[in-house]
């Protein structure tokens, strides 16, 4: 079944193909919003939502391919599933290397669609958990005072105290203070789980 505080988006251009695709998502327990060309889509801007798009490889004016460009490039990461009536390899080929989860034909029934909506929103929901995550590590290293990111980056290299106090040319009270400091606001409670924190966002842990 469908989750609530996800939605599926549908594009195309056929009043019908809407009408029942939104039926049968929302039959299915999702929240649904159709829409007729890529333009009122991209007003709506939906960069804050947890779902996936069902989109006509075929519309006036910016196709599918040409919107999911768009999407990429503002940088709105909701997964597509392509829809068409009429699909050709080269159109196939195209939308697999733009990251389409899937590419299915018309007529879709609810045995096809729903699985791949499904695996769609879970992978844009882990997507997004994993953006949520680095974020707010990204938020804690800027928390740090240039002398705690420095003290930081010896202790993640395995350096001790006495060490980081003699490469510093800092008290060895010092030290301890700002390691103390590090551990409180990155929020971890052994240097292991820093150091996996670190490694995350590309803070390299060699010496």
């Not at 939906?46 to 798009?53: E, L």
């Not at 597509?80 to 196939?92: E, F």
């Not at 030290?175 to 409670?189: E, I």
């Amino acid at each position: 079944m469908g989750q609530t505080d996800a939605t599926v988006f549908v594009l195309d251009d056929d009043a019908g193909v809407r009408a029942g695709l939104g039926r049968l998502l929302r039959a299915g327990g999702w929240n649904v919003e159709v829409f007729a060309n890529a333009r009122d889509f991209l007003d709506r801007s939906p960069s804050d939502v947890i779902g996936c798009i069902l989109l006509d490889v075929k519309m006036p004016g910016m196709s599918g391919p040409e919107l999911h460009e768009q999407l990429a490039a503002n940088r709105i990461t909701l997964p597509v599933i392509y829809l068409t009536g009429n699909s050709t390899v080269s159109i196939s080929v195209r939308a697999m290397k733009q990251g389409a989860v899937d590419f299915l034909e018309k007529p879709v029934d609810a045995d096809a669609l729903l699985p791949v909506v499904e695996q769609a929103v879970a992978r844009h929901r882990g997507a997004c958990a994993e953006r949520n995550r680095l974020d707010g590590i990204q938020h804690h290293l800027a928390q740090l005072s240039m002398r705690e990111r420095e003290v930081m980056e010896h202790v993640i290299r395995g350096r001790l105290n006495k060490q980081i106090a003699a490469d510093l040319n800092i008290a060895l009270k010092t030290v301890k203070v700002h390691r103390g400091r590090v551990m409180a606001k990155m929020q971890v409670r052994s240097v292991a789980e820093l150091v996996r924190l670190c490694d995350a966002h590309g803070i390299a842990v060699a010496s």
